[in-house]
């Protein structure tokens, strides 16, 4: 089956550092990227939808300056914290989807904790 | 506005009994929805994936059903296993938009 590789699976750095979460399709062509952020015992929500050389489309509330995206290659997608806060503590996830028939498979890495002190 | 909600939030049960998971949604118009498996501090993994035309698929223990009128999917899960314990998402997906709308889950818990 198609694997969706994220690293690393946990960070710690301190307040102000920046930090990049990596998202690779392994054995196919991603023609979209999306990450995620989920609080405890919270659902998924999603915070920008990337597509293979064109600008990450973010959500409402999402801040594009402090979460940049960049979706270099169709198997490549990285996010940087910029200067991170406490309060961006959280678990990061990415998935990213391979189109196939009507059904887009949507594949989900196995996600980035995330810690700021 | 496209809306998931799911049922119940949580769940406790003994190894070895069945129960069902309930998934009710306002997408429109519907493209398909699935229902994913995420165990604590790891990224969801899918179950099952439905089309407007399906109305039940199987995936091992796993049986998803769905009532595309009433807007009413259900996730059975039998003889349940200690591993079973984890939060399952249902996800739908509108036709003709890229992005899912996601449920908050039920947190599953099989008890010994």
């Known amino acids: 089956g198609a694997v969706v590789s994220q690293h690393p699976s946990r960070v710690i750095c301190k307040s102000g550092t920046s930090v990049k979460i990596e998202c690779r399709s392994l054995?196919?062509?991603?023609?979209?990227m999306f990450w995620y952020r989920q609080f405890p015992k919270q659902s998924l929500m999603l915070m920008a939808t990337?597509?293979?050389?064109?600008?990450?489309?973010?959500e409402q509330g999402v801040e594009k300056d402090k979460f940049l995206i960049n979706h270099a290659s169709l198997t490549l997608s990285t996010l940087t914290v910029t200067s991170a806060h406490p309060e961006d503590s959280s678990f990061y996830i990415c998935?990213?989807?391979?189109?196939?028939?009507?059904?887009?498979?949507?594949?989900f890495g196995s996600g980035t904790q995330l810690s700021v002190l | 506005k496209n809306q998931v909600e799911q049922s119940p939030q949580s769940l406790i049960i003994l190894e070895g009994k069945n129960c069902t998971l309930q998934?009710?949604?306002?997408?429109?118009?519907?493209?398909?929805l699935r229902w994913y498996k995420q165990d604590t501090g790891r990224g969801p993994v899918s179950l099952t994936i439905?089309?407007?035309?399906?109305n039940t698929k199987s995936n091992g223990r796993y049986t998803a059903t769905l009532d595309a009128d009433t807007k009413q999917s259900s996730l059975h899960i039998t003889a349940s296993q200690l591993s079973d314990s984890a939060s399952y998402i249902c996800?739908?997906?509108?036709?003709?938009?890229?992005?899912?709308?996601f449920g908050k889950g039920t947190m599953l818990l099989v008890s010994p």
């Open positions: 998935s990213a989807r391979r189109a196939r028939d009507h059904n887009e498979k949507l594949f």
């Open positions: 054995d196919f062509q991603a023609t979209t």
């Open positions: 990337s597509n293979e050389g064109s600008k990450a489309t973010y």
């Open positions: 998934c009710n949604y306002t997408v429109s118009p519907f493209s398909n």
């Open positions: 439905m089309t407007f035309s399906e």
């Open positions: 996800v739908v997906s509108a036709r003709g938009y890229s992005t899912l709308t």
